[in-house]
């Protein structure tokens, strides 16, 4: 619930169709649920409006109030009738503080599960000034279960702008370029 009765925290995804022609649905729900959301969830959210999602949940559990952007602070303080065209306003108006772009690592060609022999940002990547974060799931000699033969990637990394999502884009194709990772195919004792 938005507003006054704000209780917690609520996390949805779709895909969206571009190729969509007349009367298809160009957005389908995959997931909507209440819990902050995972991978870079977090960190694109805090980047990209300076919102701290997981603080949010907390502050809410615990009977508080979490903090909110300057525009919606307002809508909240509104009324239960006028919140709701505040709260458009301000998610329409608002200027990021920040344009972000994100990847899940899945190596190029590789399908299936495979032992971790290597996952690496080096350290020009990580001094990269449009980095923002990266998460590795799995460590050295791990077994990662890819696509299809498993739901996640190796992880995932995000970079940013202040110019535009092209630009964010741009980013985080130029940090990815120092991401190492490498897999070998698993024995067969491995994929127990």
């Known amino acids: 619930m938005l507003g006054p009765d704000l209780t917690g925290v609520l996390h949805f995804e779709a895909k969206y169709n571009v190729n969509a022609k007349d009367g298809q649905a160009a957005a389908m ?44 602070r307002a809508a909240a303080q509104a009324s239960k009738q006028t919140f709701a065209s505040q709260a458009k306003s301000c998610v329409q108006d608002a200027t990021p503080l920040a344009f972000v772009s994100s990847s899940n690592f899945v190596p190029p060609n590789w399908v299936g599960a495979g032992i971790v022999e290597k996952a690496e940002l080096s350290a020009a990547g990580l001094a990269d000034p449009q980095y923002v974060d990266h998460e590795v799931y ?34 985080l194709a130029r940090v990815a370029c120092h991401l190492d990772i490498r897999l070998r195919k698993p024995k067969l004792a491995e994929l127990a």
């Open 29 to 72: 729900p995959i997931e909507c649920n209440l819990r902050v959301g995972g991978a870079e969830t977090q960190t694109n959210v805090l980047t990209t409006w300076g919102v701290d999602l997981a603080q949010a949940a907390l502050r809410l559990s615990l009977g508080g109030r979490p903090v909110l952007p300057p525009c919606l």
């Open 138 to 171: 799995f460590k050295i000699g791990s077994l990662a279960r890819l696509p299809p033969a498993g739901f996640v990637g190796l992880g995932w990394m995000v970079a940013q702008s202040s110019k535009s999502i092209e630009d964010a884009e741009v980013a």
